[in-house]
Nanobody
């Protein structure tokens, strides 16, 4: 089973920033794997947030985060990142990195980490 480990979450005030990391050291074919971030707010379903191509030259964002979040990856480090800026209370959620393009792969499919909690509150 793929092991993905997210980190970088925390409590931040509205307007603040966080940088999430996803360690995919356990994924041997990381450089050949499209990666995504998804999130789940309390009481809500999983929501696709962002995706990045294998080389990092194409990135995709949901309308709710476009212009505020930036996805990137370092294939030498088997790591994918999500920079969260201008955070809003509605961004509060558990954030998961996931293998594959989760715009087309069922959000609940295997290949997700345990998540990192982001809480935006004053």
């Amino acid at each position: 089973e793929v092991q993905l480990v997210e980190s970088g979450g925390g409590l931040v005030q509205p307007g603040g920033s966080l940088r999430l990391s996803c360690d995919a050291s356990g994924l041997k074919a990381f450089r050949l794997t499209f990666m995504s971030w998804v999130r789940q707010a309390p009481g809500k379903e999983l929501e696709w947030v962002s995706g990045i191509s294998t080389r990092g030259d194409a990135t995709y964002y949901s309308d709710s985060v476009k212009g505020r979040f930036t996805i990137s990856r370092d294939n030498a480090k088997n790591t994918v990142y999500l920079q969260l800026n201008s955070l809003k209370p509605e961004d509060t959620a558990m954030y998961y990195c996931a293998t594959g393009d989760r715009r087309y792969v069922p959000l609940g499919s295997p290949g997700r980490g345990q998540g990192t909690q982001v809480t935006v509150s004053s």
